[in-house]
């Protein structure tokens, strides 16, 4: 009787352990998981690359809305296209403007 209760204490400390190493492995691999999506997240965020890209967005936005707004007040195409020519003319200062951040 007293071998019979000793394995079944032995059994039930083994189950415990084993559902405590399961445990710690599912949070191990939990913590890893979110580890590495918040790794991708700030490489991604940090790539100049992607920085550019948002850069090149926004400039060609304002500069779409520019010409938007030139024709909604204006109603005349011949404004629209000088207003385009002017852009055109201004790109190389305002990409300038735009893209070289890193050295201010």
Same mark, same amino acid.
């Given at each position: 009787?007293?071998?019979?209760? %000793?394995? !079944? &204490?032995?059994?039930?400390? %083994?189950?415990?352990? /084993? /559902?405590?190493?399961?445990? &710690?492995?599912? +949070?191990?691999?939990? /913590? ?12 991604? /965020?940090?790539?100049? +690359?992607?920085?550019? %890209? ?8 304002? #500069? ?5 707004? !030139? ?7 011949? #404004?629209?296209?000088? #207003? ?6 201004? +790109? ?5 403007f735009?893209?070289d951040?890193?050295? %201010?």
């Amino acid at each position: 009787m007293a071998r019979a209760a %000793r394995e !079944a &204490q032995t059994a039930a400390e %083994r189950d415990a352990r /084993q /559902q405590e190493r399961e445990r &710690q492995a599912a +949070s191990r691999a939990r /913590q890893e998981s979110r580890s590495r999506l918040w790794r991708r997240v700030r490489i991604w /965020q940090r790539m100049p +690359s992607s920085r550019r %890209r948002d850069t090149g967005k926004l400039l060609g936005a304002t #500069v779409l809305v520019v010409l938007v707004l !030139a024709y909604t007040f204006t109603r005349s195409v011949k #404004v629209v296209v000088g #207003v385009a020519f002017i852009l055109l003319i201004a +790109s190389p200062v305002l990409i300038k403007f735009s893209f070289d951040r890193g050295r %201010r």
